[in-house]
């Protein structure tokens, strides 16, 4: 087994937070991971990129090779199409719908959501809006890793475990906010699932 992710967003949105939390869960699990450098500016409101790599055997490079990623995860829609060369033809793009406008050219929004929907195997949506359903707009980036973990090759115990090991120095009511996004997040991706609009392998335990 070998799993190939890029997660990308703007500095300020947890990025990091959830490459952690899934290498974390990973390593967890027994499996090899490497994650890479960020790459672009990693203060608020700069472009943020971070590539994971997990397999079942050990890992040479922590770089992803153009056209190898399984899943593009992305906080914001235009950091979403930035890496499609990256991803393989059966590979997922996921990504929050919202975009954060952070430059002066920033591309007209529907433009972008158009190029995004060119891609065969997609999931468009408004992350922001369901961690406010779920009580915390500040845990959005909990919302898109539970929307992606049955992509993920890591069980959903495993992942709860590590959102709780890694926010434990923190408030009892910060760490259950943080699960309840994660699991707003999956409620969400098991409906898509339910509706056969998402179709992917269900790595996580019930």
């Known amino acids: 087994m070998h799993y ?7 500095g300020g ?17 027994g499996f090899d991971a490497k994650q ?9 409101g700069g472009s943020v990129e971070t590539q994971v790599r997990i397999a079942n055997h050990p890992i040479a490079s922590n770089m992803i090779p153009f056209g190898d990623a399984d899943l593009i995860l992305s906080m914001e829609p235009m950091e979403s199409l930035r890496y499609l060369p990256w991803l393989k033809p059966t590979g997922w793009l996921i990504t929050n719908d919202q975009p954060i406008i952070n430059i002066e050219n ?3 929004p529907n433009i972008l959501i158009k ?7 997609h999931l ?16 959005t980036n909990m919302v898109l890793l539970g929307v992606a973990s049955p992509h993920l090759p890591i069980r959903k115990t495993t992942l709860l475990n590590s959102i709780k090991y890694f926010f434990r ?4 009511k910060l760490i259950n906010a943080n699960l ?27």
């Open 36 to 44: 890479s450098e960020v790459h672009g500016m990693s203060q608020r």
């Open 180 to 206: 309840k996004a994660y699991e707003f997040g999956l409620a969400f991706a098991e409906k898509m699932l339910d509706q056969h609009l998402l179709q992917t392998r269900i790595y996580y335990d019930q």
């Open 106 to 108: 920033y591309p007209d």
């Open 124 to 139: 468009l949506f408004n992350a922001e809006e369901i961690a406010r359903k779920a009580g915390s707009s500040k845990a």
């Open 115 to 121: 190029e995004i929907e060119k891609v065969p195997d």
């Open 13 to 29: 949105q947890g990025i990091i937070t959830i490459a952690n939390l899934i290498g974390l869960a990973a390593l967890e699990e």
């Open 169 to 172: 120095k923190k408030e009892d």
């Open 4 to 10: 190939d992710l890029i997660i990308s967003g703007v």
